[in-house]
């Protein structure tokens, strides 16, 4: 019973995070017919794997055929040095930057040690002496607390742009998820504000994150008009690029909210009628838990297409994320340009996959036995 | 109105005919009571001049089939519907809402997906007696699930239970609201047969240790018969109106299995089917009477003779 137990938590978990690739071992390890499971395998591990190989196949031939003059395709070993390359620098920066702070630190404390000497000093000392080594030993604690405050400020290494562009999807789509959730409860509520917002979603919707970036940059422009640049809490670029992502995956999130909130259940709004419950009740009790699943599959796709939006609004708005350094490094030109270029792509796509695959998974938790396919 | 051929093995049994004048005062009545949908050319009258009193303490079924208005009505007596014209009331206070007094356990379960069994029951109760402490309230939703027996199970969400435990759990959650009607509306038709009939049992169970009052609508005369006091037919819609009523008298508690062989049981069983057939058939002749398609008239023509024809077949 225990051993079963163990075998349905296994399989429900697959379920739910979306690997279907997990599935065959668990069941192998629970003791099911090998034969099948074999297949379960050869479907989800071997075909892939295989399929990957051939691509790795084309590309090395493609890499031979597209050549120039002066550059050619990077080939798929090409791909991989410049990546490890990059992931290499990029511990060499840390190391460095590490060993910098360390030295400051270094410097920090014995600068405070002598600021402390020179005190002593002036305790026993008398007249313009005593003045002169306290002004000593201020000066030399403001020395120490510049240098313990030291931050490295070595370029950007591929690394800390793969943080950027998450930081700056992440904002941009909290932006559009906190205002398109509420909006769109508002207009599954009520056909009439539906109506009346109905035009702009439909004329908004498809407008391209490229047409939006002048116009979200002139309201950045004018919020920080009147600051100071060293003072503001983020830079310019990251504001223009996070408010494009949000103009940009706003809309799914808003259109599924709107369509789950409007189709929950008949029935479910009768046990909330006989009940008697209130309208913020209903709203939480009923409405919100029955939307759930809708909402999560539109804010699926939204952080799909802000990831992808992402990229464009980097290279233009010159946020130092992955579109920046793609963008960077078209301008290097170059056999080595080009292999991290298509380095970056994989990366992106990587990335995309991962951010796909916990929507969902939340998607999943929160829509009782109608799992999504994966 | 053609009125069915009773088998009149024992009258006694069968009573056919208007409701007792001398009963009291009824719980819940409906008086001439309209209800259809639509305005204009695409208006549909469903249910007409619908009169009807549910005593208290009784159970009564109401029995018709598919699409004769039975929901409608049962949204009617809930409040979640307004009657177009005539009145329904409860205690003598005319219905204009959902109430929590009035329980209804729906065909389709509606249970809240994300809710274990506790949580879908514990929803009403925390919302039904509010002035109740925590635990008290704790307590009265254990005993519903209890009572359900579905103990085993509280934990689990409506997708892990089978049909019958979901309409368990929808009983329980209705049940537990302590209303003083429980309104049935078709609650086992989507359970297969051998389900079905270990849950009639147990909502007779049930009710004969509540004696609440009851009303509950079915397709099924056997199931009507079982539990009722009263069977009252719908007859078909549009422009449904009820029949007059068969009063059940079998001794309770009622078994199933003997009931089967029981003359009275079958005497009514009979007397309700035939009625409701030839009320059915009644409608399909006035609505085939009604329609103003011409009857399609096919061309009289005999051939002049069946023989198959002889040789290779020649074009003329």
């Given amino acids: 019973m225990k051993n079963l137990n163990w075998r349905g938590n296994a399989l429900k978990f697959c379920n739910v995070a979306g690997l279907p690739i997990l599935e065959p071992f668990v069941r192998l390890i629970a003791g099911e017919d090998v034969k099948e499971q074999f297949k379960g395998i050869v479907k989800f591990v071997v075909l892939p794997v295989v399929a990957v190989a051939v691509f790795i196949g084309l590309w090395s031939l493609a890499a031979r055929t597209v050549v120039s003059d002066s550059v050619k395709l990077p080939n798929p070993t090409e791909t991989w040095n410049a990546g490890t390359e990059l992931f290499a620098m990029h511990a060499k920066d840390r190391a460095k930057d590490r060993a910098k702070k360390r030295e400051k630190t270094f410097e920090a404390v014995s600068l405070i040690a002598e600021a402390k000497r020179s005190e002593q000093l002036a305790s026993t000392a008398s007249g313009k002496e005593k003045e002169t080594l306290l002004a000593n030993a201020s000066t030399l604690k403001q020395r120490a607390v510049q240098a313990a405050n030291y931050k490295p400020s070595s370029a950007p290494t591929f690394v800390d742009q793969i943080v950027t562009s998450l930081k700056t999807v992440f904002v941009g789509f909290a932006i559009a998820t906190l205002i398109a959730v509420p909006v769109g409860v508002l207009c599954g509520m009520n056909p009439w504000f539906n109506a009346a917002l109905n035009p702009f979603i439909q004329v908004f919707k498809p407008v391209s994150p490229l047409a939006w970036l002048p116009l979200a940059g002139l309201v950045i422009v004018w919020a920080y008009a009147d600051a100071n640049p060293d003072d503001t809490l983020v830079p310019k670029s990251f504001l223009v690029s996070a408010i494009t992502v949000s103009l940009c995956s706003l809309w799914p999130t808003l259109v599924n909210t709107t369509l789950g909130v409007a189709s929950v259940d008949k029935d479910y709004m009768n046990v909330a009628a006989v009940l008697k419950l209130s309208w913020w009740q209903t709203l939480f009790k009923i409405i919100l838990p029955a939307s759930l699943p809708l909402m999560f599959a539109g804010l699926r796709i939204s952080l799909g297409v802000g990831w992808m939006v992402l990229i464009a609004a980097d290279m233009l708005s010159q946020n130092p994320g992955l579109g920046k350094f793609v963008w960077d490094e078209f301008q290097g030109n170059g056999t080595l340009a080009y292999a991290r270029i298509a380095f970056s792509i994989l990366i992106i796509g990587g990335i995309g996959l991962v951010l796909d695959r916990i929507m969902i998974c939340l998607r999943n938790l929160v829509s009782f036995g109608n799992p999504a396919a994966a | ?316």
């Fill in chain 2, 1 to 316: 109105m053609s009125v069915a051929v009773l088998d009149r093995t024992d009258a006694a049994a069968i009573q056919l005919g208007v409701p007792k004048a001398t009963s009291p005062e009824p719980l819940i009545s409906l008086s001439n009571v309209c209800k259809g949908y639509g305005s204009g050319v695409t208006r549909n009258e469903v249910l007409t001049n619908i009169n009807l009193n549910l005593r208290s303490g009784e159970f009564l079924a109401i029995v018709g089939f598919s699409g004769s208005g039975k929901t409608t009505l049962m949204k009617l007596l809930a409040g979640l519907e307004v009657a177009d014209s005539g009145q329904v009331t409860m205690e003598n206070e005319v219905i204009t809402g959902p109430s929590q007094e009035r329980g209804m356990v729906f065909q389709n379960y509606s249970l809240l997906p994300w809710l274990t069994v506790r949580g879908n029951i514990s929803l009403s109760v925390d919302r039904v007696f509010r002035h109740w402490t925590k635990s008290e309230r704790r307590d009265h939703v254990e005993k519903f699930i209890e009572m359900v027996g579905l103990g085993f199970a509280a934990h689990r969400r409506p997708h892990e239970l089978s049909g019958g435990m979901r309409q368990r759990v929808s009983l329980a959650r209705t049940l537990a609201m302590k209303p003083k009607v429980l309104l049935l509306d078709e609650p086992l038709s989507a359970l297969d047969a051998l389900t079905r009939s270990t849950l009639q049992e147990e909502i007779l169970k049930i009710w004969e240790e509540e004696r609440q009052t009851c009303l509950m609508i079915t397709n099924d005369v056997d199931e009507a018969i079982l539990v009722a006091d009263r069977i009252v037919p719908l007859n078909p819609g549009p422009r449904a109106s009820l029949g007059p009523a068969f009063t059940v008298k079998l001794e309770r508690p009622r078994n199933k299995t003997e009931l089967n062989h029981n003359p009275t049981f079958k005497a009514l069983r009979n007397a309700v089917t035939n009625y409701l057939v030839s009320v059915r058939q009644k409608s399909r002749d006035e609505e085939a009477m009604a329609s103003e398609a011409p009857p399609i008239i096919l061309p009289d023509l005999k051939p002049k003779d069946l023989a198959l024809p002889r040789g290779p077949y020649r074009s003329p």
